[in-house]
């Protein structure tokens, strides 16, 4: 057996080092290194590798015909289950509340004993009816530290209304709901989780203002934010729906219309301003899709925890799309470009590139391997009522550190139409979860080019093809006290892998959960972790040391997947709790 004890023992004992002491950092460093040249020979595999060349351009499952509700929304839970809702206002829906249960007098039914709401188990595929009581047309939602849905506003009834959901594997829990808590009405807002587990809200359809959840002791309520009136683009307005990132020094990188900031929240102050999106409106209703890519915490040459942040907008549409869709019945191509821009430099500036082909309301996904994917959308028109055409049927992949050229993939269609109100949500075997679809007023279930959608369907990136079992990573155990990492802490993880290269980078990766509507994933975030290296253990078990996020600036508090990446392919992905 080729299995080296002592090695072994070294490297467990490292792990009750204090890595945020800078030499006892480096001691673990270069003790592992030391380790791992004497294990090198070990690690080798006769075996060939896998084809470095794409085998698969991924797979389509449909998972439910119909789960009884448009999937308007989508927010995956710490227990792998996914909250999903529309709109009370839509009419009666396709699925029964239990009990008999029923609302009455919401803005279209005087009696609606049917659900706008289910909850999904990934594990089972099942899912069963929730009872909202205000209305969640357009609104937005976090998860708070504890794991806890925070889902905050909407229309009419509900736009200053904050439900509360509980993550449970008991039958009978249900959404909770505060009436009147916001301080201004939240329809077409953002939520972004902050450092010391608060949630921002930020903006609304009329609404220049921001406010947090749970209110500070003195009760202060909502904040004037200039930068959303300065984006208001009459009468389209474009600004609705913004893009929220968390930047590793504690601001919030807030983007509206084509313009961006970046913005001290406590003293209520703009930092910095950034140069425009060159060519195309991205907010809603022309609405593109943004994330932040992935963060790497290697220490920097100084030993400071600086780390660079990079965002990435695509699609999107030309100013003046949403009227000539809405009063011409004109539908102009959408936008083909995408911008990075590193919004940590010196002095900035968005690098474009082209994709294959024009989206608009296309959802943007982070997947575990640090590649995004692209799904969902229209290729001409704009959100809206009927204002979108052309299905964007076969998702991209971005791979954003391959060469320029080389980065967009084109990958297998689906057979459904994902139009206005669809949303995509990674879950924890690697998959995306896709579903809704509604770009009319009300369930339309005949309409003629797009129906109303029920259907929910999961896409298996090229990555879960079989050619890539035997260096796929399984997660055996994670050493970390009730799975909860501490800010800069250290921990191990135990793999299995039949077939390991050991000039192959394996990565541990930390991917929050999103809050997906309107082509949005609301704190969707990944950090690629540091480490000190891959000790073998047994013939088919290896052994990681990780460094947890050094602050809760670079990973807010709250639940994360974690993966383990070798070869570019992610293990299934295990809940772990930053604190």
Known sequence: MNFD??????????????????????????????????????????????????????????????????????????????????????????????????????????????????????????????????????????????????????????????????????????????????????????????????VIVVGGRGVFTYEFFPKSDSGSGKFYLKFLRETFDYPEENN???????????????????????????????????????????????????????????????????????????????????????RKKVY????????????????????????????????????????????????????????????ALKPVLYSPYEPPGQRFRILTGSGTARMYHSTAVLVPDGRVLVGGSNPHNKYDFGADPYPTELSLEAFAPPYMAEVYASVRPSILTVEAPEMTVEYGGVFAVNFMLSTYFFDAEVAVNLVAPSFATHALGMNQRMLVLELAGVLRVSPFAYRVMVFGPPTNSVAPPGYYMLFVVHFGVPSHGVWVKIR
């Open 5 to 198: 004890i002592e090695g072994s023992r070294k490297f467990r004992s490292l792990t009750t080092m204090d890595p945020r002491n800078r030499i006892q950092r480096m001691i673990i460093i270069v003790t592992i290194a030391a380790t791992l040249s004497f294990l090198q020979p070990h690690f080798a595999s006769a075996a060939s590798p896998p084809p470095s060349t794409p085998v698969s351009s991924g797979t389509w499952q449909t998972l439910h015909e119909s789960i009884g509700i448009s999937a308007m929304h989508m927010q995956l839970l710490p227990n792998s289950k996914v909250i999903m809702f529309d709109r009370t206002d839509f009419g009666p829906s396709n699925l029964t509340l239990p009990n008999h249960l029923c609302r009455f007098n919401d803005e279209r039914l005087p009696r609606d004993c049917t659900a706008h709401s289910v909850i999904y188990d990934v594990d089972s595929n099942a899912f069963r009816p929730l009872m909202l009581q205000t209305d969640t047309f357009c609104s937005s939602g976090s998860l708070d530290a504890s794991g806890v849905l925070i889902q905050t506003g909407g229309y009419h009834s509900g736009e200053r209304s904050v439900r509360i959901f509980h993550p449970s594997n008991n039958e009978d829990s249900d959404w909770e709901e505060i009436p009147l808590y916001l301080s201004d009405r939240r329809w077409y807002s953002s939520n972004q989780i902050l450092p010391d587990g608060r």
């Open 240 to 326: 609705l729906y913004p893009f929220l990132h968390l930047l590793p020094d504690g601001n919030l990188f807030i983007f509206a219309n084509n313009q961006s900031v970046s913005f001290d929240y406590n003293r209520n102050r703009v930092v910095r301003e950034f140069p425009a999106i060159p060519e195309d409106r991205r907010s809603y209703p022309c609405s593109g899709s943004s994330v932040l890519l992935p963060i790497s915490l290697g220490a920097g040459s100084s030993g400071l925890s600086v780390f660079d942040a990079e965002v990435m907008i695509c699609g999107g549409a030309p100013a003046g799309a949403y009227y000539s869709a809405l």
């Open 332 to 391: 102009v191509a959408a936008s083909r470009s995408c911008g990075r821009m590193r919004v940590t430099d010196p002095d900035p500036v968005w690098v474009m590139e082209k994709m294959p082909m024009p989206r608009v309301m296309s959802d943007m996904v982070l997947l575990p391997n640090g590649d995004v994917l692209m799904i969902n959308g229209a290729t001409n028109g704009t959100a809206g009522w009927e204002l979108g055409r052309h299905p």
